[in-house]
């Protein structure tokens, strides 16, 4: 049973910094597209990034680019999102998930629809 775990959440102001960790322990994440969506309260879930098993493409949601990092690390077997300069428009639950065979343009555009193992997701608050 593959577990995806996220860590890295908590309480920050705006224009903060977090860096998000997503950790397969016994599982190879190599061969999967990573991706990282977020949930806000009364939201639907929403694409945030994407790093392809490929060629570690990156693909990020618009209210992202610029700001958010998605980034592999192949040694620790561990998938990161660095956001800087955090909203709170960004407080939501993140969720990472693996999938083998999609494509990161289309995690992002179905907000992760179909991925195969989901973390169970972890809350990022950012507020004064």
């Known amino acids: 049973q593959v577990q995806l775990v996220e860590s890295g959440g908590g309480f920050v102001q705006p224009g903060g910094s977090l860096r998000l960790s997503c950790a397969a322990p016994g599982f190879t994440l190599d061969n999967y597209a990573i991706g990282w969506l977020r949930q806000a309260p009364g939201k639907a879930h929403e694409g945030v990034s994407c790093?392809?098993?490929?060629?570690?493409?990156?693909v990020y949601g618009d209210s992202v680019q610029g700001r958010f990092t998605i980034s592999r690390d192949t040694t620790n077997n561990t998938v990161y999102l660095q956001m800087n300069n955090l909203k709170p428009d960004d407080t939501a639950v993140y969720f990472c998930?693996?999938?083998?065979?999609?494509?990161?343009?289309?995690?992002?555009?179905?907000?992760?629809?179909?991925?195969?193992?989901w973390g169970k997701g972890i809350l990022v608050t950012v507020s004064s």
């Open positions: 998930a693996a999938d083998p065979i999609l494509p990161c343009p289309v995690v992002i555009g179905t907000r992760g629809y179909g991925m195969e193992y």
């Open positions: 790093i392809s098993s490929s060629d570690g493409t990156t």
